[in-house]
């Protein structure tokens, strides 16, 4: 008799996103300026990365800066700025070692001439190989912004009889769009919120979500592989990964 754990399909998340939330919240806990929070979670970041190659993962992104977070302090975002140069610097060399592939998108001329430079150089350096594993990192990014832009993009090309109404698809708009990722299996979320935060809104349509009740510097790679394994065995529905909430 055929064992029927066995006959079980598992799911196999080989793309996975991450908005990266409580930064801000876990430096006031731990009574540290937030610059000390965002650089800290630099260092999960690498974690995370080091993880992902060692499971498989085929894609990995990152939500690292959102449209919305321009509204914060300007010392905050100086200090970010400074810090996306800084782990540039720093990384680049190992995701070389892992064979990672970086690329940035979203609104990051915004950034400004020197850490745009910056970036430019981080994906060339990383794109002379086959990449183990694809690190999508977003800047400056927006979901609906991004469907508006994609949205103008593919209207002008309709307005100069470059294509039909009939040729718009599914695929046309993921082609449009600022995003280089397609479907994703798996979204985490740290922090303890249970919302989207206009990330990646047409991406997601089918995708697994799992809300972590951690702050992003006190995310492990065992945090991490709890959620891939309940990704493996979840029918599709929403995941829950309760752990200790960062407010109690």
């Not at 998340?13 to 409580?22: E, F, L, S, V, Y």
């Not at 799992?210 to 309940?230: A, G, L």
Request: glycine share 4%; charged share 30%.
């Amino acid at each position: 008799m055929a064992n029927s754990s066995k006959d079980k399909q598992k799911n196999i998340a080989k793309h996975i996103a991450i908005i990266m939330d409580g930064n801000g919240r876990w430096a006031i806990s731990n009574s540290l300026n937030i610059s000390k929070g965002h650089s800290k979670g630099v260092e999960i970041v690498r974690d995370i990365v080091e993880e992902s190659v060692k499971q498989n993962i085929s894609s990995l992104t990152l939500y690292a800066f959102s449209s919305e977070n321009w509204s914060r302090p300007k010392p905050e975002i100086d200090a970010i700025k400074k810090l996306v140069v800084k782990a540039i610097n720093e990384q680049v060399p190992d995701l070389k070692k892992q064979k990672v592939k970086l690329k940035f998108f979203g609104e990051i001329e915004d950034f400004g001439s020197k850490i745009l430079s910056k970036i430019e150089e981080a994906e060339a350096a990383t794109n002379e190989y086959e990449p183990v594993l694809n690190l999508n990192v977003a800047l400056g990014y927006g979901g609906r912004q991004d469907i508006v832009n994609l949205t103008k993009k593919i209207s002008s090309k309709v307005n100069d009889g470059q294509i039909t109404l009939e040729q718009i698809d599914e695929k046309m708009i993921s082609e449009f769009s600022s995003s280089p990722v397609e479907d994703i299996d798996l979204l985490i979320r740290t922090g303890g919120d249970r919302r989207i935060s206009n990330f990646l809104l047409y991406q997601i349509a089918y995708t697994e979500i799992s809300f972590v009740n951690k702050y992003w510097p006190d995310f492990t790679k065992e945090d991490f592989v709890k959620c891939i394994d309940n990704f493996k065995t979840v029918s599709r529905s929403c995941l829950l990964y309760t752990s200790p909430s960062p407010r109690d």
